[in-house]
Every structure is written in structure tokens, then in C-alpha cells.
């Protein structure tokens, strides 16, 4: 009888709970169980409607039953869950249940409490730092203790091998001189000399980007609170400042990911939007432009629009002849870029902007190698659109912006549709951090522009004239109108693939890091009138704002001996050391 009795009280209970549910009033949900709330902060991870609290206590409703045991506890907190359905009051139960073995409920809670506010627990008086201090000589390579591949150092090692019948045979040390490259003395990393491919993040964006990662979260977009305006604030004057850089107006920049979406955002939405009156359907760009704009244009074809790709001279520059002989009635957007990714030669952008405009043309210009390097102003050189990249100026990856001028106004096509972020141009919530890091970094740059090219260009002719010493080098590109930070130079009679990896000590390339994994020789250097063999014997030298004194001589040092390491390798060498010439010899074919 007592059994029946108990049974029939719980399917009572229940029932009224599940009454009481469907009425709305929350507080029955946990039947004999009462939250005190003492404090605002979350406990555990449990979602209860209003928000649970640090110092929480369950404690019984009612104090007929004898709850002193722990099994009497365990079975009263089991019976009172089983009439709630919301899984966090089962996660509940599962807690309550573990802590009612082995303490009182109220310890067991504190525990938790504390548990979970211990993150936020800080030292008083420590101040906050988001970068660790930099000591002078921590942010140098020690080219003193970088791997070196000396001639008479590979000469004395004794390299041996062993043949199928088991006798050792001794082999020349030079035979392996690309395994020995990969061996790093020290674990010291390699000395970085690519800065076209990308820059290192300067220490004070860094410091300028923290915040917006941990304090400052807010959506730039949100108007309705402070953590809101905040980042707007913040993404504004960086605006500001990248504006300040080219010489345009805050709203004339966009922001985007990058050039490579900068690029195709101007070429592509200038043609489609242009396009669809049917009257201007022909585009004017460069063979030595940047894949991206290439690969743009290649697409608009497919499309039914016609382009035309201009030769270069051989030192690498447009010929305004044949660009104003190249203009049609029907052109709408010539794309010439700034400078040159591979052989960093400076085209005439006023000269270019000027015919353009004469002929009322857009002019669109991939500035991505430019922009913090040599001094620009869109007005001057009557630039229409410009793409900008972040991390080619010492600021973050993944974000970039693209100039479009509004007096007169250019109409282009957005690429990306959504909420209309960007003057509807790019749709798509910003990255606060990545936008202050690129504004801090054009700051820098606008205020280090007359410094940093002065250095660099030291650097430069101490590198270039080293090299050029050498017997049967050339410079790519026109030695007068370069960027002194791109240096491209051709080393004959040898393999460009084989002297990086010779010179694993240094971080090179022979090209575009877009195009790094493909075997195929520079469409940049062939349009330049370059044969195979010189483009594929082609190497390319990035000189930033943190590369030393030490590392060009490093550099020079070991470039010096391993190109003469490897053109006594190869059998074209002796024939030119003795007086024959390569062009008078006929080859068999097998």
C-alpha cells in the first residue's frame, strides 16, 4: 500500500509540473529544487532561462522527506529530474547526482563555482601585455652560425658509398652538395630575402591589432551599441589612414581580402557592368601583368569581351605608342600594374593616366607591390581604381583594399552580394583586427616611406653590384626604372631550381610565389625576350625594412661559391671557359 500510495503522489507531482510547464512558469521546471542567485556570473556551462549563477546553492523545498544520507539524496535528486524533459536539466541532474556522493550540495556547488570562474581570476596590480618584450639582438639572424656550404669545407668531407658487391667507392663531396644544403647547423632558420612574396608582420601592428582580438570584439557593423561604434571607430581611421597613403578620399577605399580579389573586383565588375549596354565590350592590359589580372581577363573572354595583351620592351616596360595605337571607341579599362612582381620594374603610371583620360578610358592599376614603397597620389597620376594588398607593406595577411574613385565616378558590379557592407561594393562583416593591423602599417609606411627607401636602395646596390661582378650575370628588367627592393638577376650556365636548392640557408625565389610550384619557366622573364635557359636560370632577391648589412654579405658569400660550385658541374661551362660558343655547336638529337 505505501508503494502504491508513493507512486501515486509522483504521477501527481509530475502532472502538475507538466501543467505547469505548458503555463509558462519556469520556476516549477525544477520541482523541489530552489536556486539561490548571489552572483551574475554563468556556473557551469547550464542554460536555465535566466542564467545561472557562480554561487548558486540547491537546497529542498520541502523538509518532509530525510535528505542527511547520500543515497537519500541521490534518489530524490533521480526521481525529480525524471519529470523534466530539457536536456540541460538532465546535464543538471548528472552533476548534482556526482556531488551528492561525496559532499553536501552547497560544497559541492562552491566547487564548481570556483572552477568555473578561475579564468577571469587576474593578479592585481600586473599589468596587461599583449607582445613580449623584444631585446636588441633577439629579432637578427646569426649569419654567423647559418649552415655555409665552403668549397674547401665539402672538399675535406669524406663521402663514400657502398655498391651492390659490397665494396665502398669514394665519391666527389660536390655530388652532394644539394643533401648537405638541407642540413641546418644550430636549427637556425634561413636568412629571408623574399620580400615580394610577402613581408614580416612589423611588431607595432602587432601591438595595434591585440586589443581587437580580446577586448574590442564588437561587429564594426552593429549600430545599436558601443562594442559597435568601437570597432567602427577603429576601422574608420584605419580607412583614414590608407586613404592618407595614396593621396584619396576615406570613401573611395574598400576593403577587400586582398589584391588578387581587389584585382578581379575592378577588372571584372567595370566589364559586366559596362558590358551590358553591349557599346564598350574591349580591354587593354600588359603580358608581364600579375596572374591574377591575366587569369580575370582570360574569364571576361570567355564572356565575349575582347582583350588585348601588350608586349613589353625588353627592359620590361610598356610603349606608350602602342598603347594609344591600342585604344579603341569601344575600350573601357586599360590595366597596366605599378610595379612588377618579379623583376620590379616601375611603370609610367602618369604617363599611362593621362592617356587614359584623354581618351576617357578607366584606368585601373595593381598597386599591391607599390603602395608604401614609391610615393603615389590617384589624383595625379588620374588612377580610377588601384588594388592594395596588406601583407606586401609589414601588415597582415587576409585583407587588402580597392581605391574607386568617385569624382568621376566609377560603376562597377560587385562580385560579392549580401548585406551591403562597403557601399554595397563587398558585402560581408569586416575583421576589425585586420583592418586596424593594415592601417597601422600604411601609417608607418607614409611616415618611414623617405627612410626605408634610402636604406633599401643601400642595401640594394651593395647586393646588385656584388652580383653583377660575377662573370656571365645579367639584371632582368630596365636597371634605371626598378624598385630597388626587386632584384632579378640571371646567373648563366646555371639551373635556377639547382642553386635554391643549393642555397637552402637562404630564402630565394626564382619567380611569382603563385606560380613557385609550377616547372615552367617565367612568362614574365619570356615576354621580356628572355630565352628558357636564362629565365629558368633566373633567381629573385627581396631586400625589406629588417634585412642587415650581415645578411647581404652572407648572401654575396654564399651565392658567389655555389654558383661557381655549380657551373663547374656542368659541361656547358668548360666549353665556354674554353672560348667555345654555345650558338655554333650543333646538337644531335637522340
Excluded at 558601443?226 to 570597432?231: L, R
Aim: charged content about 25%; hydrophobic content about 35%.
Amino acid at each position: 500500500m505505501r508503494h502504491r500510495r508513493d507512486r501515486q503522489n509522483a504521477g501527481q507531482r509530475r502532472a502538475t509540473a507538466t501543467e505547469r510547464t505548458k503555463r509558462g512558469e519556469r520556476s516549477s521546471l525544477i520541482g523541489h529544487m530552489i536556486i539561490n542567485r548571489k552572483d551574475c556570473r554563468p556556473a557551469f556551462g547550464l542554460s536555465m532561462g535566466h542564467g545561472e549563477c557562480a554561487k548558486s546553492e540547491l537546497r529542498p523545498a520541502h523538509r518532509k522527506g530525510n535528505f542527511s544520507s547520500p543515497t537519500s539524496r541521490t534518489t530524490f535528486f533521480s526521481r525529480t529530474m525524471a519529470t523534466l524533459a530539457p536536456s540541460a536539466i538532465k546535464q543538471a541532474s548528472r552533476l548534482a547526482s556526482k556531488s551528492a556522493l561525496t559532499a553536501a550540495p552547497r560544497h559541492g556547488l562552491q566547487q564548481l563555482s570556483r572552477v568555473a570562474s578561475a579564468p577571469v581570476q587576474r593578479t592585481a596590480g600586473k599589468k596587461r601585455s599583449y607582445v613580449t618584450e623584444s631585446k636588441r639582438d633577439n629579432a637578427q639572424v646569426q649569419t654567423e652560425t647559418a649552415i655555409r656550404l665552403d668549397r674547401k669545407e665539402l672538399e675535406k668531407s669524406g663521402l663514400t658509398i657502398t655498391s651492390e658487391n659490397g665494396s665502398t667507392e669514394h665519391v666527389s663531396p660536390m655530388a652532394d652538395v644539394l643533401k648537405a644544403a638541407t642540413i641546418m647547423d644550430e636549427g637556425q632558420r634561413p636568412i629571408y630575402m623574399d620580400m615580394q612574396a610577402t613581408t614580416p608582420l612589423d611588431p607595432r601592428v602587432l601591438d595595434a591589432m591585440m586589443p581587437y582580438y580580446t577586448g574590442f570584439y564588437g561587429n564594426p557593423h552593429s549600430r545599436t551599441h558601443a562594442y559597435g561604434w568601437e570597432s567602427e571607430k577603429a576601422v574608420e581611421d584605419a580607412r583614414q589612414h590608407i586613404a592618407s597613403l595614396i593621396g584619396a578620399d576615406p570613401k573611395e577605399i574598400i576593403f577587400t581580402s586582398g589584391a588578387t580579389e581587389s584585382n578581379n573586383m575592378s577588372i571584372k565588375g567595370v566589364a559586366r557592368f559596362f558590358g551590358r549596354s553591349g557599346k564598350k565590350k574591349h580591354i587593354i592590359t600588359s603580358q608581364t601583368e600579375h596572374k591574377c589580372v591575366l587569369d580575370s581577363c582570360r574569364h571576361l573572354q570567355d564572356e565575349g569581351f575582347e582583350v588585348t595583351y601588350l608586349p613589353v620592351e625588353s627592359s620590361g616596360l610598356i610603349n606608350l605608342d602602342k598603347l594609344k595605337a591600342a585604344i579603341r571607341p569601344d575600350t573601357m579599362l586599360v590595366s597596366i600594374m605599378s610595379v612588377n612582381n618579379e623583376i620590379g620594374v616601375i611603370q609610367p603610371i602618369e604617363e599611362i593616366g593621362k592617356i587614359c583620360r584623354a581618351n576617357k578610358v578607366f584606368f585601373h592599376t595593381d598597386a599591391a607591390q607599390a603602395v608604401g614603397k614609391i610615393s603615389l597620389d590617384v589624383n595625379a597620376m588620374n588612377i580610377d581604381l588601384m588594388s592594395i594588398s596588406s601583407h606586401k607593406i609589414y601588415g597582415p595577411k587576409g585583407i587588402g583594399a580597392c581605391y574607386v574613385r568617385r569624382r568621376p565616378r566609377v560603376r562597377i558590379d560587385p562580385i560579392i552580394s549580401g548585406g551591403g557592407q562597403e557601399r554595397g561594393l563587398r558585402s560581408g562583416t569586416l575583421a576589425p583586427a585586420l583592418v586596424v593591423g593594415f592601417g597601422e602599417a600604411c601609417r608607418i609606411a607614409k611616415e618611414e616611406m623617405k627612410y626605408d627607401s634610402q636604406r633599401i636602395k643601400f642595401l640594394s646596390d651593395r647586393l646588385l653590384n656584388g652580383l653583377l661582378s660575377m662573370e656571365h650575370t645579367s639584371q632582368n628588367g630596365d636597371p634605371n626604372h626598378f624598385y630597388p627592393g626587386c632584384v632579378n638577376v640571371s646567373f648563366a650556365y646555371v639551373e635556377g631550381e639547382s642553386l635554391l636548392m643549393a642555397l637552402k640557408d637562404i630564402a630565394l625565389s626564382s619567380g611569382s610565389a603563385c606560380t613557385s610550384a609550377s616547372l615552367e619557366p617565367s612568362y614574365v622573364l619570356r615576354a621580356l625576350g628572355n630565352s628558357d635557359e636564362s629565365a629558368h636560370s633566373s633567381i629573385r632577391f627581396g631586400i625589406g625594412r629588417f634585412t642587415t648589412e650581415q645578411e647581404i654579405d652572407y648572401v654575396l658569400k654564399a651565392v658567389t661559391e655555389r654558383v661557381g660550385f655549380l657551373r663547374e658541374l656542368s659541361p656547358l661551362w668548360e666549353l665556354v671557359q674554353e672560348g667555345v660558343d654555345l650558338n655554333t655547336i650543333e646538337w644531335s638529337q637522340h
